[in-house]
């Protein structure tokens, strides 16, 4: 979990320079490189680490759902304008793709890590499953955004599109471009803090049980220091790898399917291992160990292709 959450911070802190890169690039005509956006994004990300309670990041959050609604809307309106025919391009690429395709959209589906502690926090924690809860009807409307996002994002901008890893780094450079990528660059800083909140959250305790010798106010400041390191330590990830696609796909195939495919489906099969061996048991155990496969080969093919991508493009 930790090193899935960490993961996604390094993604959303690389995601923000790029994107804020392309707009001072499309403002001012000026090219100015990943790592000196990262390096003055640093100390306004880790003040903004330092917000402690839910509430206020599932405010900030709000705002960036928000702002991420606007930007969509116009992505959307952006790519359903001069598509060229479909037949222009390729039904199926390369099978190589394949480990790499399955890394994105574990990273892309998986959530569990936001999922927990928002059913902790919410007034009413049984709304959030059920046919029509808020987890079903947020990974519905998810999975089409996410289905419409590729399926255009490929017809209008075709192989270039996969080299970049967002459809916002294919924008041309004009002001009117560079608005709604500077909107997508606040849109994930103010979600970050809901991304390093798990991390914290689980890492925190240990640490505060070997500071005992501590009065309060040292270890408000261990605290702080704590997050000001976890902070850095993405950012300094970001820069050593700043290749957006190549992350996404790293972090979902190694840690991710890990989440969502491996550790659920055995830890299922563990708490229902003294049940009755009824013909409805056997194939829950297949049922799970097919998923566990899954998951299994996707992490190691997944996790070696991405690897080896990132190590082609350094």
Not at 192 to 216: A, E, H, L, R
Not at 219 to 244: E, G, M, Q, W
Request: include cysteine; charge should be positive.
């Amino acid at each position: 979990m930790i090193i899935t959450q960490l993961g996604f911070c390094c993604v959303y802190s690389l995601f923000v320079a790029k994107n804020f890169s392309k707009f001072f690039l499309s403002a001012t005509g000026y090219d100015i490189k990943v790592h000196y956006v990262l390096l003055l994004e640093l100390p306004l990300m880790i003040l903004f680490s330092f917000v402690q309670k839910w509430k206020n990041l599932a405010f900030a959050s709000t705002i960036a759902n928000i702002t991420q609604v606007i930007g969509l809307i116009f992505v959307f309106w952006d790519l359903c304008h001069d598509l060229p025919p479909s037949w222009t391009r390729a039904l199926v690429v390369n099978f190589s793709k394949l480990p790499l395709y399955f890394g994105t959209a574990i990273y892309a589906f998986e959530g569990i890590g936001i999922v927990l502690p928002l059913q902790k926090e919410m007034k009413e924690p049984d709304t959030l499953g059920g046919t029509f809860g808020v987890l079903n009807t947020g990974m519905i409307t998810v999975t089409v955004l996410y289905t419409g996002m590729g399926f255009f994002g490929y017809l209008k901008y075709g192989p270039e599109a996969q080299n970049e890893g967002s459809i916002t780094m294919n924008w041309p450079l004009t002001p009117r471009y560079g608005v709604f990528q500077l909107t997508f660059a606040v849109a994930l800083f103010l979600s970050y803090g809901v991304q390093f909140y798990i991390p914290m959250n689980i890492i925190w305790p240990w640490v505060k049980s070997k500071c005992k010798k501590y009065n309060d106010d040292q270890i408000y400041k261990i605290n702080l220091a704590l997050r000001a390191s976890l902070v850095s330590l993405t950012f300094l990830i970001a820069a050593l790898v700043p290749h957006l696609e190549s992350v996404i796909s790293l972090v979902g195939a190694l840690s991710s399917s890990c989440l969502a495919l491996i550790f659920p489906p055995l830890i299922d099969i563990g708490v229902n291992w003294h049940e009755a061996r009824t013909k409805k048991w056997y194939i829950f155990l297949i049922k799970n160990l097919l998923i566990t496969l899954l998951g299994f080969i996707g992490f190691l093919t997944g996790t070696y292709s991405s690897f080896e991508d990132v190590y082609k493009k350094s």
